[in-house]
């Protein structure tokens, strides 16, 4: 993944199927859609030359993400090819931000993408029983945003259904029972440890696209208790 500011490498394998060589082919790399501005790419376009009949050949593009492009933002590239006569092309999706999928247990929570194990292009599957904790750094507490949900409707949640508990784990206060579309908005830790425990269920029956949440920390604020009088 890359997370805004960075820079990295797209690594593409170019291949050729057919039954005679190529001519001199060209490749191009392009983002596109509304999300294009956020990315820069270095070398937008690669010579590859003749590729004959069963070659495959990599190449390789350098983008770079824009500092003030949001956590999960959805990037968009196209990759075109074309030796004079022939022109193909295919369209890859990038999603900005470290990225946590249910089940996980990460090394690092604040600034991330909170996503369900059906990733962020496909349906969730079936029969799914995971748990996730979120945990702030010391004197800082998680906050989950919800951007897109989208489970199983069903009465009081009895078939797919993201659980949310206030703590560490799954024996802490629950917060919320969730499923349809009904989202669970913005999330905030208010414990102690700053965690937020998830747990994710999944029949062996209807699935959704699941959901994207934007993952952040604040710092706890103490509040002085209020004076009394004697």
């Given amino acids: 993944y890359l997370e805004p500011s960075e820079s990295g490498d797209l690594n593409v394998q170019i291949s050729n199927f057919g039954q005679l060589n190529s001519g001199s082919a060209t490749v191009t790399c392009a983002a596109i859609g509304a999300n294009a501005s956020y990315a820069t790419i270095g070398n937008p376009s690669v010579v590859a030359g003749i590729i004959n009949v069963n070659q495959t050949i990599p190449a390789i593009f350098h983008v770079s993400i824009a500092a ?20 193909n092309y295919i369209t890859k999706q990038l999603m900005v931000g470290q990225q946590i999928l249910i089940g996980e247990s990460p090394s690092a929570t604040c600034s991330a993408v909170f996503i369900d194990n059906g990733g962020a292009m496909a349906n969730y599957p079936c029969n799914v029983d995971y748990t996730t ?7 800082s507490k998680v906050k989950v945003q919800f951007l897109e949900f989208d489970l199983e409707e069903a009465a009081n949640c009895v078939y797919d259904y993201l659980k949310i508990y206030n703590g560490a784990n799954s024996s802490a206060p629950l917060m919320g029972s969730y499923c349809g579309t009904t989202s669970p908005g913005t999330v905030v830790a208010s414990n102690g440890t700053g965690s937020l425990t998830f747990r994710f269920h999944a029949d062996e029956g209807v699935t959704g696209t699941g959901w994207k949440a934007i993952v952040t920390c604040e710092p706890i604020t103490a509040i002085a208790e209020n004076d009394r009088e004697p």
């Fill in 133 to 139: 904790t979120l945990t702030a750094p010391a004197n």
């Fill in 68 to 87: 003030n492009t949001p956590v999960g933002t959805l990037i968009d590239f196209r990759f075109s090819i074309t030796d004079g006569a022939i022109t």
